[in-house]
C-alpha cells in the first residue's frame, strides 16, 4: 500500500490528470480504503479488476476497464472502484474507495457499495457518467500524501460462545490496535469486557465494527455495550470491518498516542462513515 500511495503520488505530482490501478478483486477494497486515507487527490483514482478473465467469453475485464478510464477522465476526484454494476453489460458502477466490499466469489457484478449508494455509473458503451451522491471535484483538493502506517494491528471476528484467548494472545504480542468484528450493534461476550479493558489500559485502542452487512454499530442500547463504553471501545459507526482495520493502521501511522488515534478513528476522513445510515 505504501509503495503503491508513493506512486501515485509521484505520477500526480508529475502531472497526471487521472490514474488507473488494474488490482486483483480478492483485496481491492483493502487497498482501495488504504489509498483513500493516504492520499489527497485533486484528479481521479481508480481501481479496477475483473471477476471473470480474458480467456472466457463472460470476460468483463474490457468493459471494466473502458469503464474505468472514463472515470479517471472524469471530474470526480476521489479514491474509486469501478467494477460492473450488473451482470449484463450495460453499466458499470463507482464506488467510494471507503464505502465497497466483493460481497461474491464469482459474479460480474460482486462489488456493492455497503451502507452507501455507489458515487454514480457508467454506461455502456455510451460512456455516460451520472451521479447520485455529492463528491470531492477535480482539483478541489490539493495533492497531499500521508503514508505512513503501523502494520501491527489485526481484525478479530467473534463468535457465539468465544473465549477471550484470542484477544488475549493479540493485546500482549506486541499489538498496538485491535478492531473486533462483534454480533449485531455491536456486541462480544461479557467474558472479553475485561479483557478489552485492560487491552484500552494497555495504550491499545480498540474499535467495534459488526458483522452485519448493513447498518451500524451502537453500543448504547443494552447493557452489554454500554459495558463496551465504559471499557473504553471505540464505536466504528457504519464502517465495513475492513476499512476500519486500514484505518485505525493509517491512524496509528499518524500519531502513537492512543488518544489522537481515537479521534481520527471516530473522524469522518474519507467517506468511510456516515452520519445516518440508510434502512
Same mark, same amino acid.
Given at each position: ?42 484528479? /481521479? ?26 472515470? %479517471? ?32 466469489? $464469482? ?26 451522491? /455529492? ?23 467473534? %463468535?457465539?460462545?468465544?473465549? %477471550? ?35 484500552? $489500559? ?73 452520519? $445516518?445510515?440508510?434502512?
Amino acid at each position: 500500500w505504501v509503495e503503491l500511495a508513493r506512486a501515485v503520488y509521484e505520477e500526480i505530482k508529475s502531472g497526471a490528470s487521472g490514474v488507473i490501478i488494474t488490482h486483483g478483486t480478492d483485496t481491492m477494497m483493502y487497498t482501495a480504503a488504504a489509498l483513500s486515507f493516504m492520499l489527497k487527490t485533486p484528479v /481521479p483514482v481508480v481501481l479496477v479488476g475483473s471477476q471473470r478473465s480474458a480467456d472466457r467469453p463472460s470476460s468483463d475485464n474490457a468493459m471494466n476497464a473502458v469503464c474505468a478510464a472514463a472515470v %479517471a477522465a472524469s471530474d470526480i476526484a476521489e479514491v474509486c472502484v469501478v467494477m460492473h454494476g450488473s451482470t449484463s453489460d450495460d453499466y458499470c458502477s463507482i464506488h467510494r474507495g471507503t464505502k465497497v466490499r466483493k460481497m461474491h466469489t $464469482s459474479r460480474r457484478d460482486a462489488f456493492q457499495s455497503v451502507n452507501s449508494k455507489p458515487i454514480g455509473r457508467v454506461e455502456y458503451p455510451s460512456l455516460k457518467i451520472t451521479t447520485g451522491l /455529492p463528491y470531492t471535484r477535480r482539483g478541489e483538493k490539493k495533492l497531499a500524501l500521508r503514508d505512513k502506517i503501523e502494520p501491527k494491528c489485526a481484525l478479530l471476528k467473534y %463468535a457465539a460462545g468465544a473465549s %477471550a484467548e484470542s484477544l488475549l494472545f493479540h493485546s500482549g504480542a506486541g499489538y498496538k490496535g485491535l478492531v473486533i468484528e462483534g454480533t449485531g450493534l455491536g456486541h462480544v461476550s461479557t467474558e472479553w469486557i475485561p479483557v478489552i479493558e485492560r487491552a484500552v $489500559s494497555a495504550n491499545i485502542p480498540v474499535v467495534m465494527a459488526s458483522q452485519c452487512i448493513g447498518g451500524r454499530v451502537c453500543d448504547r442500547v443494552y447493557d452489554t455495550g454500554r459495558d463496551l463504553l465504559r471499557a473504553g471501545i471505540i464505536e466504528g459507526e457504519d464502517m465495513l470491518s475492513e476499512v476500519a482495520l486500514v484505518k485505525l493502521m493509517w491512524a496509528l501511522g499518524q500519531s502513537d498516542d492512543p488518544v489522537e488515534a481515537g479521534r481520527l478513528m471516530r473522524e469522518n476522513l474519507a467517506g468511510e462513515m456516515t452520519r $445516518s445510515t440508510r434502512p
